[in-house]
């Protein structure tokens, strides 16, 4: 975007505001140009239909009573102060009988043997200035005895109103306009402001800079929803990088060790004569070690693939039905292992989630109670409804435990506590159960058995919400 | 049998072509998607193995095209990605089955002989009797027995002899059996699978004279007369 002072003249907002302040113009001036017509020409028709009405009745007077008759009329009409019509009436020869005017302010000379309308103008006196010259619509008619009655009516007094509103609005609209224009102006560049403020933070992510935050107003409008959002999604986003990066990390720093042991290996094997069989049994080992490597490495895959997953791809589970299957699956190991196994599951459980992963969890898990448990020794596996509307699946043993300092540390990956490293694993394991619980938006816990008694066995609990 | 592999990777194909070879195959290779959809339609091949990342044209399309074109020989699908996602994506455009790279030779030998044998009994073939032997399967009744003895079986021991039975002289492997037994799609890191075969075995072969259930080395389990 060009800065400058006139930057926010591009903005999007801006152009907005200055199509509606145009359209607004347009639609007032359209506006007020109807409504005056539409006074003017109704006020117009009536005054004119008094107006006839009135020459009428003076017609009438003349009719009944002759010339000292309409005098008379003309004459009582003349004692009402305020009236809209103005009366001139002379005779023949031009004399005035009654009269408003100074003087005939039409040329008579012509036929009025019938109504004539007329329009005039006369000098000044409509009142509070407004006007020096009033424009008076009138009727003219000669009668029986050559005498002439002129009757008008002010057409300027009535308009006045109608004036004044005009004139006001059209005093008015450049205000409204400049205070559109500003009004315009200020959104727009709030609106530039903010809209600056997301640019900086997509260039500084462009950048490489994933921290970066975007403000949030308290005015909780579309910008700070929009600003919401993107800075969830850059919180995602850095989990992401950081996962990804960890795992790069990891794959690393424990495929370096397993791989230079096998090189070595391999080294040791070339630097000595051996016969085939010493040959074959080289291999047979560097096999072992080269699968144990990729099977690190599909551990750490399917981590980072857990770590990276999403709840895109979770369906509504039956929870029992998969945590049964599971204790049938491994019912028959824990005894050929010599442990009695218990499995406590709640009927009708069920939740949202993913099926593959949350059965590669719980089958780590006891695959876990099952390598670390002596003979001889208990499992109880569980699930049922907790509060707040989770899930819990639970695998108790009755071996030795961890001990709490260690808890936390054996979730990481690759933490192998002592007495572990002789049994085969990765290390990997419950770092796995862990991702699928985060994932699942619940988690990991691992307790004692029995309180916090030492060598009381363990109690690992995955707790799982209800609907994700 | 026949098999088509199609697979860019020159090594990795040797490795391919020696492992089924070795296991008695008639291999033939094609190094891109576009050679090895001619090849799969021009000869007749009993299984095809395709690598899902393949130069000119994807191992996805490849198979959707051929099965597109009434393609009907079964296809395997080998790769890297080994998510659920990516596995199903891969059984939708016409593959039967499908192996995560890197893989024991020893499972993709039993995998590739299962979709290319004539299976004794196809898996959705409905029959109402199974025999290996003298061992007998009544599936309506749901009754097992071994010449004149009963054999008393759990549901899921049922399930697993029946799977057996229908892949008779077949080796199957243990993350077959997880499957399409328990209908898991993940590599067990113990034993379990080996637990149940061994209590199966217990009810089915202990009392008689002739073993019926066999462990193939390094490779799974064959059940044969």
Not at chain 1, 158 to 180: K, N, Q, W
């Amino acid at each position: 975007m060009k800065s400058g002072p006139f930057a926010f003249i591009q903005t999007t907002t801006f152009r907005l505001a200055l199509v509606y302040t145009v359209l607004f113009a347009l639609f007032s001036a359209g506006l007020l140009t109807f409504l005056f017509q539409a006074t003017v020409g109704a006020m117009r028709t009536e005054a004119k239909t008094r107006l006839e009405s009135e020459f009428r009745t003076l017609a009438v007077a003349w009719n009944t009573g002759g010339p000292g008759r309409l005098e008379q009329s003309l004459l009582e009409r003349a004692l009402v102060r305020v009236r809209d019509f103005t009366y001139q009436f002379e005779t023949v020869d031009g004399v005035i009988i009654v009269g408003d005017l100074p003087r005939m302010p039409i040329d008579t000379s012509g036929d009025l043997s019938e109504v004539r309308s007329v329009t005039f103008q006369v000098e000044g006196g409509v009142g509070e200035g407004d006007a020096d010259v009033a424009t008076i619509e009138g009727r003219v008619l000669r009668l029986g005895d050559g005498s002439v009655l002129l009757v008008g009516i002010k057409m300027d007094e009535r308009l006045r109103l109608v004036r004044r509103v005009t004139r006001a609005v059209a005093t008015a609209a450049p205000f409204g306009i400049l205070l559109a224009l500003l009004g315009g102006y200020f959104s727009a560049r709030y609106a530039a402001r903010r809209a600056e403020g997301l640019t900086r933070i997509a260039e500084a992510v462009m950048g490489g800079d994933l921290t970066q935050r975007a403000d949030i107003s308290a005015s909780g409008d579309e910008f700070d929803r929009l600003s919401e959002r993107l800075n969830a999604m850059l919180a995602r986003l850095e989990q992401l990088m950081s996962t990804t990066r960890h795992a790069g990390e990891a794959i690393a720093h424990d495929l370096r060790s397993p791989l230079s042991r096998l090189r070595n290996r391999l080294e040791a094997a070339l630097r000595t004569d051996m016969d085939e069989a010493k040959a074959r049994e080289a291999l047979v080992q560097t096999v072992e070690d080269v699968d144990r490597v990729l099977s690190t490495f599909n551990a750490i895959l399917s981590l980072s693939r857990v770590n990276a997953a999403s709840s895109n791809t979770f369906e509504t589970l039956d929870l029992t039905e998969l945590v049964d299957e599971m204790a049938e699956l491994f019912a028959p190991a824990c005894e050929d292992a010599r442990l009695t196994f218990r499995s406590e599951i709640a009927a009708g459980l069920s939740i949202r989630g993913d099926r593959t992963l949350l059965a590669q969890a719980i089958s780590n898990l006891l695959d876990n109670a099952v390598k670390y448990t002596p003979a001889g020794g208990e499992i109880v596996f569980g699930a049922r409804a907790v509060a707040d509307n989770r899930v819990e699946v639970c695998v108790r043993d009755s071996g030795a435990g961890i001990p709490v300092e260690d808890r936390a540390r054996v979730k990481e990956r690759f933490v192998r506590l002592d007495q572990a490293r002789t049994l085969a694993g990765s290390g990997l394991g419950l770092a796995l159960v862990e991702a699928v619980a985060i994932l699942h938006k619940g988690s990991l816990d691992l307790t004692s058995a029995d309180g916090d008694a030492p060598n009381s066995g363990l109690l690992v609990r995955l707790i799982l919400p209800v609907s994700v | 049998m026949r098999v088509l592999v199609i697979e860019d990777d020159r090594e990795h194909a040797d490795f391919i072509c020696r492992i089924l070879t070795e296991a008695g195959h008639d291999v033939e290779t094609a190094q891109d998607g576009i050679s090895g959809l001619v090849r799969a339609r021009e000869s007749a091949f009993d299984v095809l193995v395709v690598d899902r990342m393949l130069p000119e044209k994807p191992g996805l399309q490849l198979v959707k095209e051929y099965r597109d074109a009434g393609g009907a020989t079964p296809a395997l699908f080998l790769s890297a990605l080994s998510d659920v996602d990516n596995r199903v994506e891969g059984l939708k455009a016409g593959a039967d089955d499908y192996l995560a790279k890197p893989f024991a030779p020893e499972e993709l030998v039993a995998r590739v002989e299962v979709l290319g044998r004539r299976q004794a009994v196809p898996d959705d073939v409905p029959v109402t009797r199974l025999k290996v032997g003298d061992l007998e399967m009544d599936l309506l009744s749901r009754r097992v027995a071994r010449g004149e003895t009963r054999i008393d079986l759990q549901p899921r021991e049922f399930k697993l002899l029946e799977f057996l039975m229908r892949h008779a002289g077949q080796t199957v492997t243990r993350t077959m059996l997880l499957e399409k037994v328990w209908n898991y799609h993940f590599d067990p890191q113990t034993n379990v699978i080996d637990v149940h075969i061994s209590r199966l075995r217990a009810k089915i072969d202990k009392e008689f004279e002739r073993p019926l259930l066999q462990t193939v080395r390094g490779a799974g389990y064959c059940l044969q007369a």
